[in-house]
């Protein structure tokens, strides 16, 4: 308790720019939340449906009665579906389909993480401002016969260097929530390219056998 409240009165030193400083780590935070609900509701690839799709010449009825128990929502369904519905025509259509689907999956992935990046960049700008602001403050005590209220000019270089510390840590705190969910993107888009691929191979497949 004692942690917490030296901790508020901390922040308070740090003056007013602590207030959009709060604003920016409330944004990050939330942003960070929404995305890992994101990805562990709707972009986790089950064992069943990801052993399925690697099985050669799985049955079609079988794929969608897993993809009829996942949320509408859901990536992999969105992705596969298409695929499925596509299926009867010739395999480059499907495709064409297929990575338009997969580009509007990207897009929403991607949604908000321009926020976190530029984050990144305006919290330590942010910082800098209330460290000029401070040490202005202190230097506008310090008369022309030196110091005349040191605990002033003391506050004033503690909201120097508290705005600082504060801009620093939230923009670390941004850049790795930027970094981690970027990769996670990109890993989701590489395995869903590739489970496609898997199932254009058994369109291909189906298609050779009712030529023959």
């Given at each position: ?10 922040l ?6 602590i ?18 609900f ?9 064992h ?5 799709v690697?099985?050669?010449?799985f ?17 992999y ?7 499925i ?7 480059w259509w ?11 999956i ?5 949604r ?15 910082g ?19 110091i ?33 969910f970027?990769?996670?993107?990109s890993?989701?888009m590489?395995?869903m ?15 050779e056998?009712?030529?023959?």
């Amino acid at each position: 308790m004692q942690e917490l409240q030296a901790t508020w009165t901390a922040l308070k030193l740090g003056g007013l720019i602590i207030v959009p400083l709060s604003l920016l780590a409330i944004v990050a935070l939330a942003i960070m939340l929404e995305k890992a609900f994101v990805y562990w509701r709707y972009a986790r690839l089950s064992h069943d449906l990801l052993n399925l799709v690697e099985t050669y010449g799985f049955a079609w009825a079988d794929l969608e009665k897993i993809l009829s128990g996942l949320d509408e929502r859901h990536y992999y369904k969105r992705f596969f579906e298409v695929v499925i519905g596509n299926r009867h025509h010739p395999s480059w259509w499907t495709e064409s389909r297929a990575a338009d689907e997969a580009q509007l999956i990207e897009t929403s992935l991607a949604r908000r993480l321009w926020m976190l990046e530029t984050i990144v960049t305006a919290a330590p700008l942010l910082g800098l401002v209330g460290t000029v602001v401070g040490m202005m403050r202190a230097f506008q005590i310090i008369g022309g016969e030196g110091i005349v209220n040191p605990t002033a000019v003391t506050g004033g270089v503690a909201e120097a260097l508290i705005a600082t510390v504060v801009g620093l840590v939230i923009a670390l705190i941004a850049l790795f929530g930027f970094n981690y969910f970027s990769r996670l993107q990109s890993q989701t888009m590489d395995e869903m390219e590739r489970l496609g691929t898997r199932l254009i191979d058994h369109i291909r497949l189906d298609q050779e056998d009712d030529r023959s």
